[in-house]
C-alpha cells in the first residue's frame, strides 16, 4: 500500500509557475513509476506525465511538453511536477499517482494502469 499526499497547487495568473509535490509513504517510492494527471470540470482525467523509476526517462502530453517537468528524489520518498507559462486551460486538479510493471517512454499512460493515488491538489490559473 502507497499513500500519496500532493500540495502546491493554487491560484496564479496566466504566464506564471507554480510547483507540485507528491509526497509517498507506506512503500519504497523508488519501486515504482510515477505519473501525474488532471482532471477538469467535465472532463475526463487525462494523463499530464510520468517518470520511471530511477527518473532517467520521462514522459508528457504534448498539451504541457516544453512547459512542464516531472521530476522524482527517492531519497525523500517525493516527486514533482515544475509548470510554467501556465495557461488558462491549464486549471484542473491535479493527482500524481503510483504504477508497477514496465515503462517505456509513451507507453501506459492511461489512469487505468496506475495502482495508488492521490487526493489531488487545485491549479487554477486565470486569464
Known amino acids: 500500500q502507497v499513500q500519496l499526499v500532493e500540495s502546491g497547487g493554487g491560484l496564479v495568473q496566466a504566464g506564471g509557475s507554480l510547483r507540485l509535490s507528491c509526497a509517498a509513504s507506506?512503500?519504497?517510492?523508488?519501486?515504482?513509476?510515477m505519473g501525474w494527471f488532471r482532471q477538469a470540470p467535465g472532463k475526463e482525467r487525462e494523463f499530464v506525465a510520468d517518470?520511471?523509476?530511477?527518473?532517467?526517462?520521462?514522459a508528457y502530453a504534448d498539451s504541457v511538453k516544453g512547459r512542464f517537468t516531472i521530476s522524482r528524489d527517492n531519497a525523500e520518498n517525493s516527486g514533482y511536477l515544475q509548470m510554467n507559462s501556465l495557461k488558462p486551460e491549464d486549471t484542473a486538479v491535479y493527482y500524481c499517482?503510483?504504477?508497477?510493471?514496465?515503462?517505456?517512454?509513451?507507453?501506459?499512460?492511461?489512469?487505468?494502469?496506475?495502482?495508488?493515488w492521490g487526493q489531488g491538489t487545485q491549479v487554477t490559473v486565470s486569464s
Open positions: 499517482a503510483v504504477r508497477w510493471g514496465a515503462y517505456f517512454s509513451g507507453g501506459f499512460q492511461g489512469p487505468a494502469y496506475y495502482n495508488y
Open positions: 507506506g512503500h519504497t517510492f523508488r519501486n515504482y513509476i
Open positions: 517518470i520511471n523509476w530511477t527518473g532517467g526517462s520521462t
